[in-house]
């Protein structure tokens, strides 16, 4: 069966500092993986996506970027925090396109101060 | 613009007191329509892919129904450990690919 793994589960950081959130999915192979954002009161936000290795779409600029150098393995980074990076991340991944379900990992809860 | 509306924000029921959850969507075409349950601090929990309006799909003590500009979430006889916010999502045809979610209802089951 397949797993996602996101690490860490939860992050304080202060503002200006840089980030490097991870995420592993186990079980399976050539995924498509998604980084989405969740705000208190707002629905989830996708933040970017990628169709393999190397390939990252992205849907909202800001001040963050993802990489994805290996096939199974998708990471979310930012130079310097703002406080308005705060929130809660998760990754999912879906066995083909967007119509195909996406599964999500437990993600990381994100407090910028 | 694809909009997911969904209601109520909020909904308090008692045990085994039956109920519906409602998702509402203006898409331009839609591909699928998908349910979720999210527990405080976890990611969302797959439940239902509904593809077609007239579709029913049941889990346990959920079901969910698809018509051509909604889905409901039906909750016979809820337990407690039914609390949870349940999320909407909709993928569509044409235009950028991605799921578009609703806000979610958070549900709670008084014992």
């Known amino acids: 069966s397949q797993t996602i793994h996101q690490w860490p589960a939860t992050l304080v950081q202060p503002v200006g500092s840089p980030l490097s959130l991870e995420c592993t999915v186990e079980g399976t192979s050539n995924p498509n993986l998604y980084w989405y954002r969740q705000a208190a009161g707002r629905g989830l936000q996708l933040l970017f996506y990628?169709?393999?290795?190397?390939?990252i779409s992205s849907e909202v600029p800001q001040n963050l970027s993802a990489s994805r150098p290996q096939d199974r393995q998708f990471i979310l980074s930012s130079k310097k925090l703002l406080l308005s990076d705060s929130g809660f991340y998760l990754c999912a991944w879906s066995p083909g396109s967007f119509t195909d379900t996406q599964y999500f990992g437990p993600g990381t809860r994100l407090t910028v101060l | 613009e694809d909009q997911v509306t969904q209601s109520p924000e909020a909904l308090r029921l008692q045990e085994g007191e039956s109920s519906s959850l409602n998702c509402s969507y203006t898409?331009?075409?839609?591909?699928?329509l998908f349910w979720y349950r999210q527990d405080p601090g976890k990611g969302p929990e797959f439940l239902f892919t509904l593809y077609s309006a007239g579709e029913e799909k049941e889990k346990e003590r959920l079901k969910a129904t698809l018509t051509k500009k909604e889905s409901f979430l039906h909750i016979t006889a809820p337990k407690p450990e039914d609390s949870a916010t349940y999320l909407c999502?909709?993928?569509?045809?044409?235009?950028?690919?991605?799921?578009?979610f609703g806000k979610g209802t958070k549900l709670t089951v008084n014992p």
């Open positions: 990628s169709v393999g290795i190397g390939q």
């Open positions: 898409v331009s075409g839609l591909r699928g």
């Open positions: 999502a909709v993928s569509t045809q044409g235009g950028s690919e991605k799921l578009v």
